[in-house]
Every structure is written in C-alpha cells, then in structure tokens.
C-alpha cells in the first residue's frame, strides 16, 4: 500500500488550497486527513467512508471539504478561508477495507501566513 500526498504549499490568511491523496494496492473503506502542528499531537480533520460519510473537526467544519474518487482511490480535502492555526502538516490515511490495517501518507505542508 502506498498514499502520495499533493497539494500542500503557503498561502495567505482567507485562501484556499486544495490536496489531493492517491492510494495503490489495495480497496480502502475509509480515507481522510489528519494534521500535526509543532509540538502538538496529530488530530483528525476529515474522514469520508466508501459510501460518502463524511467526518469533520468542529475547527474545519464549514471551511473545508472532503470528497473522494473510488475509482481512483483518491481523496482530496479542499481548504477554502484558511487561518493561520491550519497551520500544520497534512497526512492523508487509508484504511483497508479487509483487515482494518491503517496507512499513512508522507505528509504535506500547509503553511497560512501574511
């Protein structure tokens, strides 16, 4: 299993970014993001099931969007009105529909300054 993570980048307070998660080897039921920012401990942002559930952080909800491709075995969050606390490193994470096992992505940085 391998999930390659796109997207990250700076942009200013109020803009938007868009990250894509692209998933090989296996069938996933859930995929989402997850974000560490320093000297703070990962935490969920947004999970999205197979069949379209969807999960947020309170933080996020409103703000961002998380969809997928299951034909691509891709997920994607879209960020619109991002605050400088989104600050972080983005991981995407899957989870294999069989046997539960959870993967993570090499992680993306999403940096919100002026």
């Known amino acids: 299993v391998q999930l390659q993570a796109y997207g990250g980048g700076l942009v200013q307070p109020g803009g938007s970014l868009r990250l894509s998660c692209a998933a090989s080897?296996?069938?996933?039921?859930?995929m989402g993001w997850y974000r560490q920012a320093p000297g703070k401990q990962r935490e969920l942002v947004a999970v999205?099931?197979?069949?379209?559930?969807?999960n947020y952080a309170d933080s996020v909800k409103d703000r961002f969007t998380i969809s997928r491709d299951n034909a691509k075995k891709t997920v994607y969050l879209q960020m619109n009105s991002l605050k400088p606390e989104d600050t972080a490193v983005y991981y995407c994470?899957?989870?294999?529909?069989?046997?539960?096992?959870?993967?993570w992505g090499q992680g993306t940085q999403v940096t919100v300054s002026s």
């Open positions: 994470n899957a989870v294999i529909a069989t046997n539960n096992r959870s993967y």
């Open positions: 999205i099931t197979s069949g379209g559930r969807t």
């Open positions: 080897g296996s069938i996933f039921s859930v």
